[in-house]
C-alpha cells in the first residue's frame, strides 16, 4: 500500500524519514495503531524519497517481513536505495534479535541486486530509534 508519492522530501538523514513515518501513524485508528507496520521507503540517486509503502501489518510486537516483498517495489520503481522502517508499539526504541536479523538478510539482499539499504528506523510515539545514527554497522 502506497501511503506517499513524489515527494520533495530529502533522506539524507533520518528525522524527516521518521517525521512522515509517524505523522502517517497517528492517522490511523486506534486498533491498527496497535499493530506493527513495516514500511521500505524508495530513494532517488539523490537521496530524495520516491514513494513509501507499507509492506507489512502484523501483530503487537511481530511483522511478517520478506526480502521479496520489500524489494518488489524497489525494482520495478529503478529505486537507487531503501530505508526500511517499522513501528514498535510496545514504545521501546532498541531493536530486537529479529530486527538485527532480519535487517542483515535485507541489507545482504540488497547488496546482491544492487539497491542499497541506508538505514533502519525504529518508530515510537515518542522518538525513533536509527541503526545509522546508533552506530550499528549495516
Partial sequence: MIILKDKA???TNPQPVAAILQEWLATVDDTDRLKEHFF???LDARMRVKLVDVV???TLNASL?????VFIR?????????????NHPS??????DAD????????????II????????????????SFVENGNAL
Fill in 40 to 42: 521500505v521507503v524508495l
Fill in 91 to 96: 514504545d521501546m526504541r532498541e531493536p530486537s
Fill in 56 to 58: 507489512s501489518v502484523g
Fill in 100 to 111: 538485527l536479523s532480519i535487517t542483515r538478510r535485507l541489507k545482504e539482499t540488497g547488496a
Fill in 74 to 86: 524497489a525494482i520495478t520503481a529503478a529505486a537507487n536505495s531503501i530505508i526500511i522502517a517499522h
Fill in 65 to 69: 517481513v520478506h526480502p521479496r516483498e
Fill in 114 to 129: 544492487g539497491i542499497d539499504l541506508v538505514d533502519h528506523l525504529i518508530l515510537t510515539t515518542s522518538g525513533y530509534y
Fill in 9 to 11: 522530501i530529502e533522506a
